[in-house]
């Protein structure tokens, strides 16, 4: 056991591993209490510990049987017209940002990605107040935007949701064509990261598997909460550990 320990901490420091985990631990309880946000929520806080694109790479494994057991009943409900308008721009975005991740430099990453956060909680939270119907036409930047911040972060759902929530009128539609997009997005990731190499490391995946009892741990937390915790609450409490992560990432990117 001392050898295994010494051995892991070669890879990543056992105090790293430790943050990693809460930070794990609070991001999937995010997401088994609202649906969504693991990523916006974990990366921020993983950069701290891991290099940008391990903790991308990490994230995008844990999303994969995430939407796998979610999505698998809900393939049917989906509106295939606007995953359409979206895709073709979603992929053109998701070639720029995997480049972006694999050959720009990190500090203006983390900036962006800060800003990115910030923005989002000024938009949920001072902005969108009301039911809104958004253009077609809208399809294109938030679509290439989106993909671009899902390849760099994992973070594009947020856009996506605007997107969406302003195309579809029925909620069920609505949840079933965003797991979808997000399930499909994962697996564009797959393939992009595969093609680069970024998945190649075997440390990425001797970090994910010590991570992921605490992303299901987390999820199964947060499922529970999910009966208890009013909808208010819920969004407050996701909101201020969003907004210390944006401001963390932009420090970082200083």
């Known amino acids: 056991m001392h050898e295994f320990l010494i051995n892991l901490s070669?890879?990543?420091p056992l105090?790293?591993?430790a943050f990693a985990s809460f930070t794990l631990l609070i991001a999937y309880s995010v997401f088994g209490l609202t649906g969504f946000g693991s990523s916006i929520t974990a990366i921020?806080?993983?950069i701290l510990v891991l290099p940008l694109h391990?903790?991308?790479s990490v994230m995008l494994l844990f999303d994969l049987v995430v939407c796998t057991v979610l999505n698998s009943r809900e393939w049917r409900n989906i509106n295939k017209t606007e995953l359409k308008r979206l895709l073709p721009y979603l992929l053109v975005g998701a070639v720029v940002g995997i480049s972006l991740l694999v050959h720009a430099p990190k500090k203006p990453l983390f900036f962006l990605l800060g800003a990115f956060i910030l923005l989002m909680f000024v938009w949920s939270n001072?902005?969108?107040k009301k039911a809104y119907k958004i253009s077609p036409r809208l399809a294109a930047p938030l679509g290439f935007i989106g993909g671009m911040f899902t390849t760099l972060f994992g973070t594009g759902g947020p856009l996506y949701t605007i997107y969406l929530n302003g195309r579809i009128d029925d909620k069920k539609i609505l949840r079933s064509t965003l797991g979808t997009?997000?399930?499909t997005t994962a697996l564009i990731r797959l393939c992009m990261f595969l093609v680069t190499g970024l998945l190649l490391d075997?440390?990425?995946y001797v970090i994910a598997a010590i991570l992921f009892p605490s992303a299901l741990a987390g999820f199964f937390l947060g499922s529970r909460l999910h009966e208890k915790i009013s909808s208010v609450t819920a969004k407050k409490l996701v909101w201020a550990i969003l907004l210390l992560g944006g401001i963390s990432a932009i420090v970082k990117g200083l």
Request: no cysteine.
């Open 15 to 17: 105090a790293h591993i």
């Open 181 to 183: 997009l997000i399930g």
């Open 44 to 46: 921020p806080f993983l």
């Open 54 to 56: 391990t903790a991308v």
């Open 202 to 204: 075997p440390h990425i």
């Open 10 to 12: 070669s890879i990543i």
């Open 126 to 128: 001072f902005i969108n």
